[in-house]
């Protein structure tokens, strides 16, 4: 059993955590797992699914209504669990997300699994957030540390496992089982939390800011149908984009007002007081934004131009993942054993710049080895920033806002996905058609009109010529995307240096001490009971 107590003062010994804090935390880590495993595990098994289905005109709508749901889910399930209790709050979601999944194994049409997947979406966002908020609850800033690498560690295996465990799920079990596999994982975590996991009960007079849910969630999809639609579905200059730009701005002014308003606001404004927290949310907006566009354009790159096998796409980022693992564990460690973290955002956005700077001199002559050697710089600065950024975030706020904190920091690296995604992605496309009309005249036009990305399958049945103008735009394209992005990372090394290095609970100030940004950053320690 475990129980949350508060501490007066540190606990040096705290680091040698009971058994039932082990289990709680291997639970947890089952738990994140699903949420991470999910878009990889179901994109590899998508031709399958529309081969059965039909709806292929429909298809990303599989992905984006998974998508919606969970940003616009993350904040709620955030300040349902400062308001209600982070155990009753996070099993519910685990429940959500596992009958959403069963029912998308279950669909008999286009239109039931895209349903269905909202519905999984919606239980998804309090997965991420739970995982956080209750390691926040368990565990001391000061110790919180060691398990960054876990946790990168977790991503890091979802990102190379996920295509193969759905190509290998898909391949010999059915698509189905791309989502009953969730089942019995989410099963045991539920057991597991259930009878090992036992936090103090809340119970909040006040009741639920549902307009303010209402204007954020209106806010979030008009944002994530921006950048999921602009440049593909509709031109960025399109009616229907900027109508979606202007319900965005307006619901998410209303949100902010409101939120003054509101005798419960689910994200209150208040925590945005604290300089650290508003830097890490700027930090891991731009982190969101640099490694979901890498995770993009790196594979592309390496199919199109240097002949890598698409089949095992997860393991042409093992150099990024595995510096990034790395870095991630050797931070936590030094946090845990020294109480210190800035210089990890500082050395990150350094990393991080030349990294993607490095990336951007790829050409059609670039050899696997050296592409690796730019990865794994890129690598090492996002190892500096993955989980630092929640540790920091955390840190800076009272116990009572664990949750929101938790999911604001989470909902902003959404965010930052998905702008890095749609903003790389369209200077992708674009340079890549240049380049094709100046190489290839009318037919390198034609080629790239539907898609600047192709698959394996077209680029080998391409002529000789027009193959060769291929890689050379990808090789522009990836140059632009990644230039860019090296710019715009320029802002976490800005945002890095005002940070303040407020002491993490168990070094510097004794507990019951204010840190120096004026929030409250106080843990519970995990005992046993």
């Given amino acids: 059993m475990v129980d949350t107590r508060q501490a007066d003062t540190a606990d040096p010994g705290a680091g040698k955590k009971p058994r039932s804090v082990r289990v709680v935390l291997f639970a947890l880590m089952i738990t994140m797992m ?8 179901v994109g590899t098994a998508m031709p399958t699914i529309v081969g059965e289905l039909g709806g292929l005109a429909h298809l990303s709508w599989v992905v984006t209504a998974y998508t919606l749901a969970t940003a616009a889910a993350t904040p709620v399930w955030g300040k349902l669990g400062d308001m209600y209790g982070r155990k009753a709050t996070f099993m519910t979601s685990i429940v959500i997300f596992l009958i959403g999944s069963a029912l998308s194994g279950m669909a008999q049409n286009m239109g039931e699994l895209i349903g269905f997947r909202a519905v999984q979406g919606l239980g998804a966002g309090g997965l991420m957030v739970g995982v956080m908020a209750i390691i926040g609850d368990l565990i001391p800033p000061r110790e ?4 960054q ?19 290998t799920i898909t391949d010999n079990w059915g698509w189905r089982w791309a989502f009953y596999i969730n089942l019995p994982l989410g099963v045991v975590a539920l057991g597991l939390i259930s009878a090992v996991l036992h936090l103090p009960r809340k119970r909040s007079k006040a009741g639920i800011d549902y307009l303010g849910v209402g204007l954020l969630t209106v806010g979030i999809t008009s944002i994530v149908l921006v950048t999921t639609w602009g440049g593909t579905e509709y031109a ?6 900027m ?3 202007g319900i965005g701005v307006a619901a998410l002014v209303g949100f902010v007002f ?6 419960e606001p689910v994200v209150p404004l208040h925590i945005f007081r604290s300089l650290n927290f508003t830097l890490m949310s700027v930090i891991g907006f731009i982190t969101g934004f640099v490694m979901f566009g890498a995770t993009l354009f790196l594979p592309l790159y390496q199919q199109s131009v240097q002949g890598a096998s698409a089949t095992n796409s997860g393991l042409l980022l093992l150099p990024m993942l595995g510096a990034m693992l790395v870095t991630s564990m050797v931070a936590g460690r030094v946090t845990t054993n020294s109480g210190r973290y800035k210089v990890f955002p500082i050395a990150g956005g350094v990393l991080m710049i030349t990294g993607l700077y490095l990336l951007s001199l790829m050409d059609t002559g670039t050899s696997r080895l050296t592409s690796g050697v730019y990865m794994a710089v890129l690598g090492l600065g996002m190892g500096c920033l993955m989980q630092i950024t929640m540790l920091v975030a955390q840190n800076s706020v009272q116990m009572r806002d664990m949750g929101v904190a938790s999911s604001s920091t989470t909902l902003f690296r959404t965010l930052g996905s998905s702008f890095g995604v749609a903003i790389m992605g369209a200077l992708f496309n674009n340079r890549v058609q240049d380049v094709m009309s100046e190489r290839a005249g009318a037919l390198g036009s034609k080629i790239t009109e539907q898609s600047a990305q192709l698959d394996a399958a077209s680029l080998a049945k391409l002529p000789v010529a027009a193959r060769e103008a291929y890689q050379h735009a990808v090789s522009a394209g990836t140059h632009s995307a990644f230039l860019l992005g090296s710019a715009i990372a320029v802002v976490v090394l800005v945002a890095a240096l005002f940070v303040k290095e407020v002491p993490l609970k168990g070094a510097g100030p004794k507990a019951d001490e204010s840190p120096a940004d004026g929030t409250e950053a106080v843990a519970p320690l995990a005992e046993a009971v």
Avoid: F
Avoid at 34 to 41: C, G, R, S
Avoid at 144 to 147: A, Q, S
Avoid at 258 to 263: M, P
């Fill in 34 to 41: 699903l949420a991470m495993l999910d878009n990889m595990i």
């Fill in 144 to 147: 919180r540390g060691k398990y």
């Fill in 149 to 167: 690498g876990m946790m990168a560690g977790i991503m890091a295996i979802a990102m190379i496992a996920g295509p193969l465990v759905g190509g």
């Fill in 236 to 241: 960025w200059s399109s009616a229907r984009i």
């Fill in 243 to 245: 109508e979606l730009i």
């Fill in 258 to 263: 409101w939120q003054t308003k509101a005798a």
